[in-house]
T-cell receptor, first 112, second 112 residues
Framework: SQTIHQWPATLVQPVGSPLSLECTVE??????LYWYRQAAGRGLQLLFY????GQISSEVPQNLSASRPQDRQFILSSKKLLLSDSGFYLC?????WGYGYTFGSGTRLTVV | DAKTTQPPSMDCAEGRAANLPCNHS???????VYWYRQIHSQGPQYIIH???NNETNEMASLIITEDRKSSTLILPHATLRDTAVYYC?????????????FGGGTRLMVKP
């Protein structure tokens, strides 16, 4: 069966520090991968998606970047965090059109 | 993808059926209706999806009107654990990257 792993679960980082959040999927190949962010009390905002290795599409211009170095690995990064980067970050995968999404358990990032 | 409209909040008594409406009047012929829910501090969870026929699974039933301009998610016997934000999403075949765009959703509060 397919599983999605996301870590860490919580993270407190100072302003200006770098960020690296990792997401991996098991039990499937060539998944579509997504990063979403949810600010406190707000809806989910799609940040990046990837349909294959090295293929990244950005939905919102921001302080963040994403990479997909391997088929089932999706990384969200920042060189210098801002206070506004705080939020709940969710990774998800999909088998393609017609398939639903499976979300990871999320990372709660607090930038202080 | 077509836009959806949902009431921001609803209450339901425990043990009663919860009927969550969604309006998607601009839906086109190849667009599916998906429902997800998000329990506090967790990633969204897939519930059900459909094209034009009514659908039922172990979690819920989805009733889509004949003109497909609206749908209703039915939780037949709501429990306190069903308290969550419920998202109705319309997604089409030409959606590059198979993206899901989340709106504001309906915050369902199940009360004892």
């Amino acid at each position: 069966s397919q599983t999605i792993h996301q870590w860490p679960a919580t993270l407190v980082q100072p302003v200006g520090s770098p960020l690296s959040l990792e997401c991996t999927v098991e039990g499937t190949s060539n998944p579509n991968l997504y990063w979403y962010r949810q600010a406190a009390g707000r809806g989910l905002q799609l940040l990046f998606y990837s349909v294959g290795i090295g293929q990244i599409s950005s939905e919102v211009p921001q302080n963040l970047s994403a990479s997909r170095p391997q088929d089932r690995q999706f990384i969200l990064s920042s060189k210098k965090l801002l206070l506004s980067d705080s939020g709940f970050y969710l990774c998800a995968w999909s088998g393609g059109w017609g398939y639903g999404y499976t979300f990871g358990s999320g990372t709660r990032l607090t930038v202080v | 993808d077509a836009k959806t409209t949902q009431p921001p909040s609803m209450d339901c008594a425990e043990g009663r059926a919860a009927n969550l409406p969604c309006n998607h009047s601009t839906i086109s012929g190849n667009e599916y209706v998906y429902w997800y829910r998000q329990i506090h501090s967790q990633g969204p969870q897939y519930i059900i999806h459909g094209l034009k026929n009514n659908e039922t699974n172990e979690m819920a039933s989805l009733i889509i009107t004949e003109d497909r301009k609206s749908s209703t998610l039915i939780l037949p016997h709501a429990t306190l654990r069903d308290t969550a934000v419920y998202y109705c999403i319309v997604r089409g075949y030409n959606n590059a990257g198979n993206m899901l765009t989340f709106g504001g959703g309906t915050r369902l509060m199940v009360k004892p």
